[in-house]
């Protein structure tokens, strides 16, 4: 059974170590010029990508604990938390081909370009996670960059909330900071969301 395979496959993909960094091993790096320096410039950085479809940008700016954690959820096949909408058109259009390629079928191994491809299957058939509809290109309010991330230590988290226009409510972003003292996104919690998911919080 394909499923079964490409299960296989990506179980593979997320046994490979991880290993720690030091920050000249990212220096010159399309990741190293993200601003990631506070939280709302994390914020907008991820924002700024995903307007655009840079999803591979975006995946970046997710923390660690949610990059494995949206992972986990191709591995376990659980479109419900990494994509929105009717998961009846995701199968009765064989959107789970589009979305999973074959193992030849991949650009790149790197894990944040199956997370781009994902997205751009989603948002070809209206079914991404989060409708940045109404957000302009600036900083959310309300949030004063910090001297300096080396300010802050390890475990310092910070939440940022973000009105857009497809919701009722705030889209709430819970950020923390990495091993080279940079912000990333740990979780986005839609209105009325999961909050205990990660990286989405969906309804």
């Not at 950085?45 to 655009?52: D, E, R, S």
């Not at 995946?59 to 992972?71: E, I, T």
């Not at 991330?149 to 009105?163: E, H, K, N, S």
């Amino acid at each position: 059974m394909r499923e079964a395979v490409v299960a296989s496959v990506l179980i593979a993909l997320a046994l490979t170590g991880v290993w720690s960094v030091e920050a000249a091993s990212v220096q010159g790096t399309a990741y190293d010029r993200l601003d990631l320096s506070s939280p709302a410039a994390a914020v907008d950085a991820f924002l700024g990508a995903y307007k655009k479809g840079d999803y591979v940008a975006a995946f970046w700016v997710f923390s660690l604990p949610a990059q494995r954690s949206w992972r986990e959820h191709v591995n376990r096949l659980d479109f419900s938390r990494i994509v929105r909408g009717d998961f009846a058109k995701l199968r009765s259009l064989d959107l789970f081909d589009e979305m999973v390629p074959e193992p030849d079928g991949y650009e790149q191994e790197d894990i944040s370009f199956l997370f781009a491809h994902m997205m751009n299957i989603a948002a070809a058939h209206a079914l991404l996670p989060l409708d940045v509809t109404g957000w302009v290109d600036d900083p959310p309010a309300g949030d004063k960059p910090p001297a300096g991330a080396g300010a802050f230590p390890p475990g310092t988290a910070a939440d940022i909330l973000v009105r857009l226009k497809a919701y009722p409510e705030s889209v709430q972003f819970k950020l923390e900071i990495s091993p080279l003292g940079k912000w990333r996104i740990r979780q986005i919690i839609l209105p009325g969301g999961n909050d205990k998911t990660l990286p989405w919080g969906l309804p």
